[in-house]
């Protein structure tokens, strides 16, 4: 079973984990070379950052690719004070889960509620949004059903909008939440170590 497979290629990575800022750290490296950084409430387990690094062809790291949690800042000094000001305006796609539900926020859409359309293309197994003065269209995968294999289904999928925030939200199919809590077991066994300072293999 597909589930039952992600959740072995979970167990065979090797791990790491400390405990720093109230958030459990978790470092995986799989046989193949890539990488996983996933941080945890210390109190509660909801994920609040998951990303991923892959080796370059001729081995070099690559940047870190965030899948959960909040957008990476440019670099201080990157951008002129202009470009700022302008992507302070542009809408802003970020994905901050919930413990019974993926969940997306997109910032900065000041349109009414009413022109939002928000499905599931299953054909491309991905969400769509879009808007009927269309002046918004995005489209995304949601990586966790593809790892377990899992089908897209619509009836998991709700929104609403508030304060120029659209909030997307799709249940997470009860196979997701066993293998969520199994995976949560199988972390309390790794070693972790207490850090007060910054340094830590995830970041």
């Avoid at 972390?187 to 972790?192: A, D, H, R």
């Amino acid at each position: 079973m597909a589930v039952r497979g992600w959740l072995e290629s979970l167990r065979a990575a090797e791990k790491t984990a400390l405990l720093q800022d109230g958030r459990r750290k978790v470092h995986y490296l799989f046989p193949d070379g890539k990488e996983m950084a996933e941080e945890y409430d210390e109190k509660t387990s909801e994920l609040l950052v998951r990303k991923w690094r892959v080796k370059s062809a001729l081995g070099a790291l690559g940047q870190w690719q965030i899948e959960v949690g909040e957008p990476a800042l440019p670099a201080a000094g990157s951008l002129g004070p202009e470009l700022i000001t302008e992507s302070n305006s542009n809408p802003i796609f970020m994905r901050k889960d919930t413990k019974m539900s993926f969940q997306w926020r997109i910032r900065n859409l000041p349109y009414p509620k009413d022109v939002y359309s928000v499905c599931v293309d299953q054909k491309e197994r991905c969400v769509v949004v879009r808007t009927t003065n269309k002046k918004y269209y995005k489209k995304f995968a949601i990586p966790d059903l593809d790892r377990y294999q899992l089908p897209l289904d619509d009836s998991l999928l709700s929104s609403a909008h508030a304060n120029c925030t659209l909030v997307i939200s799709y249940q997470k199919p009860k196979e997701v939440l066993v293998a969520e809590s199994e995976l949560q077991k199988e972390l309390k066994k790794v070693k972790t170590a207490h850090s007060s300072d910054g340094d830590c293999k995830t970041q």
